[in-house]
């Protein structure tokens, strides 16, 4: 039961932020046209996206990943949502209030996998705490 309950968040969590994932790699397939910047922010959006699916699938089996994913994925993540008016070429400059709009335009489209990222990297660090040696990947 416990399965199908995870199951059915991850599924409604990415359903609900469809929009935003759609427009995340719509980002990332344009990012690296103009700039090795922009390639840089796509990567990064492309490997926090990555770690989320990991962390999620690791979730419903009950198991930790390793202890790079929740870590390197929050960081991607971070930096993704921050970076990414350096993917538009279009933008020539852009101030930490552009910065702080992209963060939060990228938080709007992507909240529920947000708040899932939240509860998934406190669930496979403290996983790490209690079990050495159980890790799939």
């Given amino acids: 039961m416990k399965t199908v309950r995870r199951i059915s968040a991850v599924v409604v969590c990415y359903l609900l932020s469809s929009y935003g994932i759609l427009l995340s790699f ?3 397939g344009m990012s690296g046209i103009r ?4 390639t840089l922010v796509g990567m990064l959006i492309l ?3 990555v770690c989320h699916v990991m962390m999620s699938i690791n979730w419903v089996i009950d198991k930790p990943v390793k202890r790079w994913v929740p870590v390197y994925g ?3 993540g971070v930096m993704g949502l921050m ?3 350096v993917a538009d070429s279009t933008v020539k400059e852009f101030a930490i ?3 702080l709009r992209a963060a939060a335009m990228g938080l709007a489209l992507t909240l529920p996998c947000f708040l899932l990222a939240i509860h998934l990297v406190r669930f496979h660090l403290r996983a790490q705490s209690g079990r050495t040696n ?4």
């Fill in 35 to 38: 700039s090795l910047g922009g």
């Fill in 83 to 85: 970076l990414w008016p």
């Fill in 74 to 76: 929050t960081l991607a």
């Fill in 47 to 49: 490997l926090a996206w």
């Fill in 26 to 28: 719509m980002l990332v």
């Fill in 134 to 137: 159980s890790y799939v990947s």
């Fill in 97 to 99: 209030t552009d910065i």
